[in-house]
């Protein structure tokens, strides 16, 4: 059987590019693992590849999901599962790339057969947020599952909405759920490899991206999206370079400041994509430097038979 390829690492590490390269050499088809990519209303915003990356490599699994949709782990295990079986039958490797960490876990190490949320708790979860703001809704969570809710970093407000209404729904707590997992795809038959390139080039990157994305169109995008008055609370709305334009699109702030936020909390998202990484694949290849890609790509070589 033909390796499954996956290809990880923080928001402008060049994955993509190195995903496409590796697909070019062995003759891969390129799956989505970014939980903002599947949107299709966030080409520029995303850093989804464009129309000409995706020449000649078939690409799965890219802005194929509308802007309300609630798209989940789940979702896209759902979808991505028969496309890998899809390019295995056909003996084509399937290579997997984005930064969204969960996606990669749920698919090698299982994800919870959690019930269906409905709107009933969702909206109880969500009074709390929009009522006492994220530290009490943090708190909830703790109460709740102390467990689930220490692995959340930083103030995402996404996760512990999901811990508080599955709670609210089900009366289980979320790691409960959890515990009762099985893998879709067993690691042992995964080639795993995380970009983690050195830190003040990243930032630098991701800072000359941003104003790449700004020529592109990147602000249109945002207005876009602005004039379909979505609700806050979506999954893609979390995406940077939306919620930093509103104050501006709003007229109550500049375009300029926006744009130093959305640099600033780009910086902030990767270093915190940085952590998660490092804790929780710690037995992926960590890449930091060119000589460590072409070794992981030797050993991709030694499995193509």
Not at 73 to 102: F, K, M, N, S, Y
Not at 220 to 243: C, H, N, R, W
């Amino acid at each position: 059987m033909k390796p499954i390829i996956c290809i990880a690492g923080p928001t402008a590490s060049g994955k993509s590019a190195w995903a496409l390269e590796i697909a070019k050499s062995v003759g891969g088809e390129i799956i989505n693992a970014d939980a903002l990519q599947v949107y299709a209303d966030l080409q520029i915003l995303s850093a989804r590849p464009t129309e000409s990356e995706m020449q000649n490599v078939p690409h799965h699994l890219f802005g194929h999901i509308a802007g309300d949709v609630r798209y989940s782990t789940g979702q896209w295990l759902r979808e991505v599962q028969p496309i890998i079986l899809d390019c295995l039958a056909r003996d084509v490797v399937p290579i997997l790339t984005g930064g969204t960490g969960l996606y990669f876990k749920a698919l090698i190490e299982g994800i919870a057969k959690v019930p269906p949320v409905s709107d009933q708790a969702m909206s109880k979860a969500q009074s709390i947020l929009d009522e006492e703001g994220i530290a009490a809704l943090r708190i909830e969570a703790e109460r709740i599952d102390s467990g689930a809710a220490a692995r959340v970093l930083g103030n995402d407000p996404q996760r512990l909405l999901r811990i508080v209404s599955v709670y609210y729904e089900t009366g289980r707590a979320l790691s409960e759920w959890q515990k009762e997992t099985r893998p879709i795809i067993p690691k042992h038959f995964c080639c795993r490899a995380v970009l983690l390139p050195e830190r003040q080039s990243l930032y630098e990157r991701i800072n000359a991206r941003f104003e790449n994305m700004i020529e592109g169109g990147g602000l249109d995008e945002a207005k876009a999206v602005f004039a379909k008055t979505y609700d806050a609370s979506l999954p893609m709305m979390k995406a940077i370079g939306l919620q930093q334009f509103f104050p501006h699109l709003r007229g109550e702030a500049s375009l300029e400041d926006c744009i130093e936020m959305a640099k600033r909390d780009s910086r902030r998202f990767a270093k915190r994509q940085f952590t998660w990484f490092r804790g929780q694949a710690k037995d992926w290849v960590h890449i930091e430097n060119d000589a460590q890609k072409r070794a992981f790509e030797a050993n991709i070589s030694t499995k193509m038979f």
